[in-house]
């Protein structure tokens, strides 16, 4: 399987999952009967996701005939795997500041926005370090849980209408990631970027910013959400 084909993949995946997952918190939001969840509950729950989504990962570069890890198809995975959850964690970093600038008006949507850098930097740490491990302990991949998840993607990404809308979404994601390494590699040759997209965000950033050309920029990327990353 070719670096195009294994991108592809995997923003199918990523969808798919990102849509079983949204059920999942609603099942959980209405068993907890609306309560807003503590910082320790939602990054546990944060960390419960990124671990089987590592996992499901992890079966779905197994190779198909054998049954056996490719080791490529595992690297590219692993790469892209890293770039998705440092782009996660700028996307839900810009999410919170953009909500505290409107505390005021906005105080039932800033009750859902919970962010914490070291419990994000935390809880991705331990999803990829997981992936690492799955490498030396294979066998514990095919859990129920995992094996379930891994059925259902599947499931859902041959259904016929829903399964293609799904890919339309993977083909953006494929997208994405290409104009990131393209933006990387002109970054080195040539000091600046291919493609300079600014987000609305960074955009009234700087438009406020008074005698501060010069600083940094976190936000400058556009950091699209897929369907259930909250």
């Known amino acids: 399987m070719n670096i195009i084909q294994i991108i592809f993949k995997i923003g199918v995946l990523l969808a798919i999952y990102g849509f079983i997952w949204f059920f999942i918190n609603l099942l959980i939001s209405i068993l907890m009967s609306g309560r807003q969840k503590t910082l320790g509950e939602f990054y546990f729950s944060k960390g419960i996701k990124s671990v089987f989504l590592v996992n499901v990962l992890y079966l779905f570069g197994l190779d198909d005939r054998q049954n056996d890890i490719d080791l490529f198809n595992m690297i590219i995975s692993g790469l892209i795997l890293l770039m998705y959850f440092v782009g996660q964690m700028q996307k839900n970093e810009q999410q919170a500041a953009m909500m505290q600038r409107f505390a005021g008006v906005f105080n039932n949507m800033l009750a859902n926005t919970i962010f914490n850098r070291k419990a994000e930097i935390i809880v991705f740490s331990i999803a990829l370090a997981f992936y690492i491990f799955l490498f030396f302990f294979p066998v514990v991949a095919k859990n129920p849980i995992a094996l379930w ?8 990404e041959k259904t016929p209408i829903i399964g293609f809308i799904f890919k339309i979404v993977g083909f953006f994601f494929l997208l994405r990631i290409l104009i990131k390494i393209f933006n990387g590699i002109m970054f080195m040759l040539s000091g600046k970027p291919l493609f300079q997209v600014n987000s609305r965000f ?21 950091k699209n959400e897929l369907p259930g990353d909250k």
């Open 149 to 156: 998840f891994y059925e259902n993607v599947i499931a859902l």
């Open 202 to 222: 960074s955009a009234g950033r700087k438009r406020n910013k008074k005698d501060d050309e010069d600083s940094f920029d976190d936000y400058e990327e556009v």
